[in-house]
């Protein structure tokens, strides 16, 4: 199963927002189970707010610090939220815009691939990034699904704010095939109304090529005239090569999330790594700029040299004590695959730690903006009514005090090499609402 871990990064304040913009996702097949909206906030008051469906209904409620709100959505791809991988292109009445009265957080988060015995061999969400999401330029990213497994499936979305909203989506190879039958010939260029989305969708086929088919969006240019918000990453993913004793693919998940446009980005990030093996546990980092040099851990000679709508996938070798610092010489849009530990041991006494257990998010860069609270993570363990572990990766400066729910952290600073202003912490066995403050 996914260990689902909620990381504290560091531009949390551009996830702080009394307007929220939730476009809608696509997945594999047969995949989705039950999915909620989680709203948040620091205010001991009661804060009132609208989840609006686009094209729907209203639904009105309040939140405070001690009462976290949770909206269960539905279940499968055919609802609000969800539209199914073959019902893409441009996509009406489908996503939320959330309102309220005062600041908020606001996440999604869905199980997906329900057993027999009722268990669930995927899980994952989306942070919301508020009004921060809004921009005219981004560049998508998503799992490799280096394998030619036909159930890989990588997506973006993008969700109009106004009228006659012209989007352009560009540098998709000619010949990439999208879960509709479309073949793409050029450019993709849409008009979409206020509320109104466009929904891409690829996945792997069964003729041979590097890169495989879905992961030709990795790099895509999405332009638009008027402000947009843009989920992007992978549903039913994966960054496994492994294979079982019959030659078929093991290993895929859920992992995506909302990002922002170019100007959010940044030149200098770290990183927190997961659970999961090197093969796994990815950076992700997509130029916009050509001749953009990307250097690790305090080098000063450059890993790569990427030109604009270029990637590169860093693997987890190259963590040094759980973290991984980059810089950069333009900005980027940095994405990051992790994994997961299963619980037990193999037959051997080695750790079970499978392909199977995968995330992906979006990662913000370290800015002098940077808030010392998050207040508060709701019910860090949960997805509805499934319990899973609790977790943070914590990146704060030097020398500064962390508290957790008003406790000392409990675990030790690791130190960021290449950044001596910066330490990591890691904690686990989380449950409930989860407030982090640093001095």
């Given at each position: 199963f996914s260990i689902f871990l909620l990381f504290f990064v560091l531009t949390v304040q551009a996830q702080f927002s009394k307007t929220h913009y939730l476009?809608?996702?696509t997945a594999q097949s047969d995949v989705v189970e039950d999915h909620y909206i989680y709203i948040s906030t620091p205010n001991t008051t009661n804060v009132p707010f609208k989840i609006i469906e686009n094209g729907g209904n209203v639904i009105a409620g309040v939140v405070?610090?001690?009462?976290?709100?949770?909206?269960?959505?539905g279940t499968g791809d055919f609802t609000q939220l969800f539209t199914p991988k073959n019902s893409i292109g441009i996509v009406k009445n489908k996503g939320y815009v959330i309102e309220a009265e005062d600041l908020v957080y606001a996440n999604i988060r869905v199980n997906a691939a329900r057993t027999a015995s009722n268990a669930y061999n995927h899980a994952g969400g989306m942070v919301s990034k508020g009004n921060s999401a809004l921009g005219k330029i981004f560049r998508l990213g998503a799992m490799l699904n280096p394998l030619f497994d036909t159930t890989l499936l990588n997506f973006a979305s993008i969700l109009a704010t106004?009228?006659?909203?012209?989007?352009?989506?560009?540098?998709?190879?000619?010949?990439?095939?999208?879960?509709d039958g479309t073949i793409i010939n050029g450019p993709i260029t849409v008009i979409l109304n206020k509320n109104e989305s466009y929904v891409l969708a690829l996945e792997n086929n069964s003729s041979a090529g590097?890169?495989?088919?879905?992961?030709?969006?990795?790099?895509?240019?999405?332009?638009?005239?008027?402000?947009?918000?843009?989920?992007a990453g992978s549903f039913c993913g994966s960054n496994s090569t492994v294979v079982n004793g019959a030659g078929n693919p093991i290993g895929r998940d859920v992992g995506f999330d909302q990002i922002v446009p170019i100007e959010r980005t940044g030149t200098e990030y770290i990183f927190a790594k997961g659970l999961g093996t090197d093969e796994l546990e990815r950076v992700l980092l997509v130029a916009h700029t050509d001749q953009t040099q990307v250097f690790l851990n305090g080098g000063v000679t450059p890993y790569v040299t990427l030109n604009k709508g270029e990637y590169v996938a860093i693997d987890g070798t190259n963590f040094i004590n759980g973290s991984m610092y980059v810089t950069t010489s333009e900005k980027v849009f940095a994405y990051q695959s992790i994994g997961g530990l299963a619980q037990g041991f193999l037959s051997n006494g080695s750790p079970n730690n499978p392909p199977a257990n995968q995330n992906m998010f979006f990662v913000p860069p370290l800015n002098c903006s940077t808030p010392n609270v998050v207040d508060n993570i709701p019910n860090i363990q949960e997805i509805g009514n499934i319990v899973y572990t609790g977790g943070l990766n914590i990146i704060t400066e030097t020398g500064a005090t962390v508290l957790i729910n008003n406790s000392p952290i409990g675990s030790s600073p690791q130190t960021i090499t290449g950044n001596p202003n910066f330490v990591k912490y890691t904690v686990s066995g989380l449950n409930g609402n989860i407030a982090v403050k640093s001095t």
């Open positions: 476009p809608p996702i405070n610090n001690l009462n976290p709100y949770r909206y269960f959505i106004e009228n006659g909203t012209k989007v352009t989506i560009s540098n998709l190879p000619i010949g990439t095939i999208l879960t590097i890169p495989s088919n879905s992961a030709k969006m990795i790099g895509a240019l999405v332009e638009s005239d008027k402000a947009v918000a843009v989920n």
